[in-house]
């Protein structure tokens, strides 16, 4: 009898060059780095103080997404839309890539796009792999039952130098999802239904495992929303055992293996499960049933109701801080606040069905006066794909701006963002202070929500456009 | 790095619960290729109002807080974006520690790398240090003990390798790298290769 264990440990396990002891942590494989231009330029920089190479550059990913701009680009001058340090910093990272021998997906490529939305895209997150990247939603590629994690700079360059990281092993805990989403409740609420009942900090120092029928159903794009905000539960990662769905999913795609590597990769991916009496080191459970439309009120992604919930009180200050600076009030659903801008995209809700979600709901109406809604593909695929189906002419003759794809308005460090006191619903994973712009106020939401609440020009509950 | 032993410092406290390094350190200025000079743009639009001028009621513009490298903040400090210009910012502005009852993982790894000493206290304590800001403590990391004042000293949690890192002042890549030989073997012994 082999000891029970969970996905998290079986993909651990494979991983471990080294294992850990009191003193010392575990040496642990990457098998997939993924590198953008934000968190990387450190990294080369020491790479060259030190005259080390990127050890292996077939592990290594390399495209632009944070502060490029989302209008066309051609020239360094279309680049400066951006700003000059951001047209800087994607100069510096062309010039990293060709000097290091890294293969760059960018302009023109038709394949660069968000870190999150282009690994699976194009079959690179893989069922077992270990992936990190210099990214806190990294943990987007559990999905596929995958252990993927976010690192900063100084790990980046571990990676860059050795393909391998120091970790402590983290704690497991199991999320269980019973039950069915109702019509017109996403993937996008239940995760931010989890993070209002774990907590913000609630996954600390854990690799969450959803489970459960509500989420053996969901898609994998929808898997991808959920594993996305793990990180804003606090967890290290976040995993789905991977099953027919995410076979399906990555069958031809261009890195997957082909042919009889296929079959047995296939073969191996299907053992990638939490055996039946594998001990987790936390449980929570929620009943997919439930539940309803959710958005966000305050300043973090914890701080969320159903939409047609008040918002509750409490005397707790940074809650009462939260509170005045969303300049939204107790006892009242957030449907009570107008809205001034939508953004649809990032790495949580940029894929072909969440813009074919928003394009849904919008079919036949216009977005509000006085509403500025940007949808923004999370990728040039994303974005191909999307206007072969007539996606981008809803957006346009409804009113909203189709632009190209990026990360966009999630963080606006490439001049998508939101003027001091505007609201905007957004289909993003923060709602921090500041964080689509000084004094902007965030509502997370799905993007069907998003795309109802440019049609009303307030919050507005999606199932009454559905 | 160099070694890091023991700090000793007044406190400068920021209580609110779940500051994230967006806060720490907005993103605007993450354009940036390099971790020098990012001690201006700490808590920047906490500390500076839209003018640019010094927010008199943030903590870190009371003349008090000058010199104060050990910071005391609230629960689940740093939470959110991976981004190292966090804790980069934090080690340029003066700061040498970070307190609070629980960090966010990957700060408090970020932080650890860098020579800031990111540590962990009961919630005791943690209240104790809130509500005493401008205290005078005394931090020893190579025995994991936090002094306050009145000779009390509590045991804090720190990672073992971590803390040998700092007070050695070992940089972890080399450490890394004397693994290699054991890195190729595992790669050639993989029953499948990625």
Not at chain 1, 295 to 313: E, L, Y
Not at chain 1, 360 to 389: C, F, I, N, T, Y
Request: charged share 20%; net charge negative; proline share 5%.
């Amino acid at each position: 009898m082999s000891i029970p264990r969970t996905l998290f440990e079986k993909v651990w396990r494979q991983h471990v060059v080294v294992e850990e002891t009191a003193d010392t942590p575990a040496v642990l494989y990457v098998d997939l780095h993924i590198v953008h231009e934000v968190t990387t330029p450190q990294a080369f920089s020491m790479l060259r103080e030190q005259g080390l190479p990127v050890r292996r550059p077939d592990l290594t990913l390399a495209t632009l997404d944070h502060s490029t701009p989302t209008t066309p680009v051609s020239t360094f001058k279309d680049l400066l839309v951006a700003g000059e340090g951001a047209a800087r910093q994607v100069r510096q990272m062309e010039k990293n890539c060709s000097d290091f021998g890294l293969d760059l997906l960018g302009f023109g490529s038709g394949k660069r796009g968000i870190v999150h939305v282009i690994g699976p895209e194009l079959g690179a997150t893989q069922p077992g792999k270990t992936i990190v990247c210099g990214d806190s939603h990294t943990s987007t590629h559990g999905a596929f039952g995958a252990l993927a994690f976010g690192i900063g700079t100084t790990e980046v360059g571990h990676v860059l130098a050795t393909q391998c990281l120091l970790q402590r092993k983290p704690k497991t805990l199991a999320v269980n999802i019973a039950g069915a989403l109702p019509a017109g409740v996403t993937a996008k609420d239940l995760i931010l239904a989890v993070i209002g009942t774990i907590g913000v900090d609630g996954g600390t120092g854990h690799v969450i495992e959803y489970r459960g029928p509500a989420i053996e159903a969901l898609d994998m794009e929808a898997r991808m929303t959920i594993c996305n905000m793990s990180i804003e539960g606090g967890a290290r990662a976040g995993m789905i055992a991977p099953d027919d769905t995410t076979f399906g999913y990555l069958q031809g795609r261009e890195r997957v293996p082909q042919g009889a590597a296929w079959d047995a990769a296939v073969e191996r991916w299907r053992s990638l499960r939490s055996d039946d009496d594998a001990v987790f080191d936390r449980a929570v459970d929620i009943d997919a049933a439930t539940l309803v439309p959710m958005v966000t009120f305050g300043t973090n992604p914890g701080m969320v109701v159903g939409i047609d919930d008040p918002v509750p009180a409490s005397s707790d200050a940074s809650f009462r801080k939260a509170l005045a600076y969303m300049q939204v009030e107790t006892g009242k659903p957030m449907t009570a606040n107008a809205v001034d801008v939508v953004f649809v995209g990032s790495c949580t809700n940029g894929r072909l069905s969440d813009i074919e979600e928003a394009a849904r709901v919008l079919a036949g109406h216009r977005v509000a006066d006085g509403v500025r809604m940007l949808v923004v593909p999370g990728s040039e695929q994303v974005k191909a794909e999307a206007e072969a189906r007539g996606l981008d002419e809803v957006f346009i003759s409804a009113g909203a701006e189709w632009r190209e794809a990026g990360c966009s308005m999630c963080l606006g460090m490439n001049g998508d963002i939101a003027a001091p006191g505007q609201l905007c619903v957004s289909t993003s994973n923060r709602n921090f202070e500041g964080r689509q712009g000084i004094g902007a106020r965030t509502v997370l939401a799905s993007p069907a929500t998003a795309a109802a609440s440019a049609i009303a020009g307030r919050v507005a509950d999606p199932r009454k456009y559905l | 790095m160099k070694p890091i032993k023991r700090i000793t410092s007044r406190t400068v406290v920021l209580p609110t619960t779940d500051v994230d390094t967006d806060q720490i350190m907005p993103a605007r200025f993450l354009t940036t290729t390099s971790r020098e000079g990012l001690g201006d743009k700490v808590f920047h639009d906490l500390r500076f109002d839209s003018e640019g001028k010094p927010r008199a009621e943030f903590v870190l513009n009371a003349p008090e807080a000058a010199g104060c490298s050990v910071l005391v903040a609230g629960r689940n400090f740093g939470c959110g974006s991976s981004r190292e210009h966090a804790p980069w910012g934090l080690l340029d502005y003066g700061f040498e520690a970070v307190i609070s009852s629980e960090l966010a993982d990957i700060f408090r790894n970020n932080a650890l790398k860098n020579g800031l000493v990111a540590i962990v206290v009961d919630a005791t304590t943690h209240e104790w240090l809130l509500d005493n800001p401008g205290a005078e403590v005394v931090i020893d990391v190579e025995h994991t003990t936090l002094t306050l004042p009145g000779e009390r000293t509590i045991q804090f949690d720190l990672d073992g390798f971590a803390r040998f890192c700092l007070v050695e002042g070992i940089d972890q890549l080399g450490y890394l790298q004397r693994h290699l030989d054991r890195i190729e073997q595992f790669e050639a012994a993989r029953p499948w290769k990625p």
